[in-house]
């Protein structure tokens, strides 16, 4: 049985077993795209791991005897699951599958993204429910991978499973590991505006260091409107930005880090990256043929796309 798929063995058609985001990177990927690269540890790691410490019928038991209008037994069911994959050992031909391909990276700091299986579904978005490791190292990576297979139960996305109705559907993760890009800008972009809701609109936020403090809405980023056709620049907003997440020097890991005055009030991109970027978020969204929410990063002046998933809050046309 097959535990980790590099990218380029990945397709759109594998969510069921490397999740929507690892599913998206695998195409993106054999479509061309620039893409850091990486491998998706499957469904099936997370399913022998749990198969060989025995803990299918203790989380079931645990998840039964949940009472979803009372906050407290989500909490405290959450905390019991968590426990037990965090404790539990990691089968020994999985963790020298994932050192392996990790040396095969050659790189020190990798992304470790959860991927739930059931993220590509519209009705059950899990972005941003599950955990992220950025600038994880060979030394913390087989503990960041159990720490996604274990947000799989977080208060919030247990609370979501019953929201959803899921909480009696198969449910796995698979987790993504991914060459980090040490990002000067990043941000996110989308197909469509998201407000306006004019197709021949997009949208692009950037700004310094790492996308996740746009994403976790810690900074305000530069916002740019393009136009399709014609393809032009149509609105500005440049922010002050004060601070970015920024990798730690030595260690791995993350941290704030102030940003000098005079660079913070400029414009994040330049108005030719903004064109190219648009350039290359038009060719994304043509290859899937559907809005795409994009999360984008750029280093030494090259762009690398880091996910791509539908824009699920449009009305339909």
């Not at 063995?9 to 929507?20: E, F, T, Y």
């Amino acid at each position: 049985m097959d535990f980790i798929k590099k990218f380029g063995q990945i397709s759109k058609l594998d969510a069921s077993i490397a999740g929507g985001k690892g599913a998206s990177l695998g195409e993106m990927t054999q479509a061309g795209f620039a893409v850091p690269s990486g491998f998706v540890i499957l469904s099936s790691a997370f399913e022998k791991f749990l198969e060989e410490n025995d803990l299918n019928i203790k989380i079931d038991t645990i998840l039964h005897s949940i009472n979803q209008k009372e906050m407290h037994t989500v909490e405290n069911s959450s905390e019991k699951i968590k426990d037990l994959i965090l404790k539990a050992k990691m089968p020994k031909d999985i963790s020298e599958e994932i050192k392996k391909e990790f040396k095969n990276l050659k790189s020190k700091f990798v992304a470790v993204r959860s991927s739930a299986t059931v993220e590509d579904f519209s009705s059950a978005a899990w972005a941003g429910q599950l955990d992220t490791f950025l600038n994880t190292t060979e030394k913390t990576l087989l503990a960041n991978v159990q720490r996604c297979w274990a947000s799989l139960f977080t208060p919030r996305a247990i609370f979501y499973r019953f929201e959803k109705g899921l909480h009696n559907s198969k449910i796995s993760v698979a987790v993504v590991v991914q060459k980090m890009v040490e990002s000067e800008v990043s941000g996110i972009a989308f197909s469509v505006h998201p407000v306006t809701q004019d197709h021949n609109q997009m949208i692009i936020e950037a700004g310094y260091g790492l996308g996740e403090a746009i994403v976790s809405g810690q900074i305000t980023p530069d916002s740019y409107v393009a136009e399709k056709e014609p393809r032009r620049i149509i609105d500005k907003n440049v922010s002050a930005q004060e601070r970015g997440i920024y990798r730690k020097p030595r260690s791995g890991g993350n941290e704030w880090q102030n940003i000098l005055q005079e660079k913070g009030q400029r414009q994040k991109l330049t108005d030719e990256q903004i064109l190219e970027l648009s350039e290359l978020i038009i060719k994304i969204e043509n290859h899937y043929g559907a809005p795409q929410d994009i999360e984008w990063a750029m280093e030494d002046d090259k762009f690398y796309i880091t996910q791509s998933r539908p824009i699920t809050t449009l009305e339909k046309r």
